[in-house]
């Protein structure tokens, strides 16, 4: 069975969606008989566990994933080299340089990975600490019901985004899109260095940037342009890391081995890839299909989560801001809720029924 990138890719997201769902119902669930403090130091602990098993979980997938990316873009680019007729000449120390590649590229997705756990592991604990202080503090002087000091506590933690991370451009990421993001640019990433390395096992000095409709300000200047790997071929730019996909995250593009002889515009190609490497070169119709596209994906984002605390137990407070929330995603996409969505709309939005 041929492998399915995408496939494994979805199966890690929804590891860490599930991760995100197991924490909310930890924080929702109802307060057990006896002393209140044990009942918030179990419910941590329960969170603490999730996130260690996240790690956990996805280590193993790193482990069968990264490797499989790995050979089936060099398997691609035999593939090619066979396709071409090209004579391909066997480098013993190329299999070091193989395994070293995907090692390091492993390991720093899983650091990655759990660099956001561990962010929101302490980001958790200091929630429950601040959250538990001013609790009290507001028991004692509010004369609160365990009770009522229990479901405070409650919504302030889910207030808070416990489950997303700050980037270091100060963005800020649920576990299970940060994980997406994760893997998507790190299979791009990891694609591009089975595709650069066998390449240059092979004596392939150029490569060619793969071309995407519609696409984004920072790749578009350097979609479909050829390359040099090791910068000599006068007639092509170098391939700088600045070039190399992923160009940002999420990125799509990746590279191919190119030669000359077998394109048949091989003078066109020679003149496109030396042309600006930073001009937006869109149509106004490109930009505003790719704003389209992206608006969809935003808009499926917002509605997923939504649902999520829609559909669990949440405290009707948060209900109620989702319901705003999964119905702004309809006026944005121009459209009527109906079905599950719409019941629950009006259910929690009470200006809008009949």
């Known amino acids: 069975m041929a492998f399915n990138e ?23 669930q109802k307060q057990a008989k006896g002393q209140y403090t044990v009942f918030a130091k179990d419910q941590l602990k329960n969170v603490l566990d999730i996130l260690a098993q996240l ?12 490797p499989r990316i790995y050979q089936d873009n060099h398997t691609q680019v035999l593939s090619f080299i066979n396709k071409m007729g090209m004579q391909r000449k066997i480098k013993p120390n190329f299999a070091q340089i193989h395994q070293r590649a ?14 956001a756990t561990q962010y929101a ?25 365990w009770r009522e000091t229990s479901k405070r506590l409650q919504e302030r933690l889910l207030s808070q985004g416990l489950t997303g991370f700050k980037d270091k451009l100060g963005r800020e990421w649920r576990l299970d899109s940060y994980a997406q993001m994760v893997a998507r640019t790190t299979s791009r990433e990891i694609a591009t260095v089975a595709t650069l390395n066998t390449c240059q096992e092979a004596d392939i000095d ?13 790749c578009v200047p350097l979609q479909g342009k050829v390359f040099s790997i090791s910068g000599t071929d006068e007639r092509y730019p170098p391939l700088l890391d600045e070039y190399t996909p992923p160009i940002h995250p ?21 003149r496109h890839s030396n042309t600006s490497l930073d001009k937006d070169t869109r149509s106004k119709a490109e930009k505003q299909a790719y ?4 608006d969809k994906v935003t808009i499926a984002r917002n509605r997923k989560r939504a649902r999520e605390i829609l559909y669990s137990k949440a405290p009707a407070a948060e209900k109620e801001l989702a319901a705003k929330r999964l119905h702004r995603t309809y006026e944005k996409a121009g459209t009527k809720p109906v079905g599950r969505d719409g019941a629950i709309i009006r259910e929690y939005l009470k200006e809008d029924k009949a």
Not at 13 to 22: A, P, Q, T
Not at 102 to 115: E, K, T
Not at 125 to 132: H, K, L
Not at 206 to 218: A, D, F, N, Y
């Open 102 to 115: 995907i090692d390091v590229i492993a390991q720093n997705m899983f650091d990655n990975l759990r660099q």
């Open 121 to 145: 592991g302490r980001r958790i604990q200091d929630e429950y600490r601040r959250a538990g202080i001013d609790t009290m503090g507001e028991k004692y002087t509010e004369g609160l019901t």
């Open 6 to 28: 995408e496939k494994h890719i979805q199966a890690l997201v929804n590891l860490y969606r599930r991760g995100f769902i197991n924490i909310l119902n930890t924080l929702l």
């Open 291 to 294: 704003k389209n596209e992206m």
């Open 250 to 270: 999420n990125c799509r593009h990746v590279t191919t081995p190119y030669v000359r002889e077998f394109d048949p515009q091989a003078d066109k190609t020679q």
């Open 55 to 66: 790690d956990a979980e996805s280590a193993i997938w790193i482990q069968q994933v990264i």
């Open 206 to 218: 150029l490569v060619q940037i793969s071309s995407h409709w519609p696409t984004c300000e920072i």
